[in-house]
């Protein structure tokens, strides 16, 4: 019996520094990923959030799961700067994750350096 194509959640089981992001998109690892991303340490995950997405808890599920090998989490939050809600905010806090919200080409490049220093970063990106 022939199976149709099976499309399965966006995942690079590892972590990448940002080579290239625009164009509604990032490219990584020889890869290129049309979407938002979270890069966290257990790898690298498409993201369902857009520029107009309201940043609520839910969105950073994960993101909390992860918190024991995450101290810092850098938002990038589009073309423009966003506040993150204070709920979001506070979630984050409570599990020992400092947050900094910042435009998505900042939070690439900030997360790159980071990543370099093997610093205990993760990155929310939204594609611009």
């Excluded at 990038?76 to 700067?81: K, Q, S």
């Amino acid at each position: 019996m022939r199976k149709g194509i099976e499309i399965r959640d966006a995942h690079f089981p590892d972590r990448a520094p940002i080579d290239a992001y625009g164009n509604g998109g990032f490219r990584f690892a020889g890869m290129s990923h049309r979407g938002s991303l979270l890069c966290l340490p257990t790898g690298i995950y498409g993201w369902d959030v857009t520029e107009e997405s309201v940043l609520e808890p839910a969105l950073f599920a994960r993101v909390l799961e992860e918190s024991a090998d995450i101290e810092v989490l850098l938002v990038g939050t589009g073309t423009e700067i966003r506040r993150l809600p204070p709920e979001l905010k506070i979630r984050l806090r409570d599990a020992g994750i400092i947050s900094d919200p910042m435009n998505t080409g900042a939070a690439v490049r900030t997360y790159n350096v980071m990543l370099a220093e093997s610093r205990a970063v993760a990155a929310a990106l939204i594609a611009v």
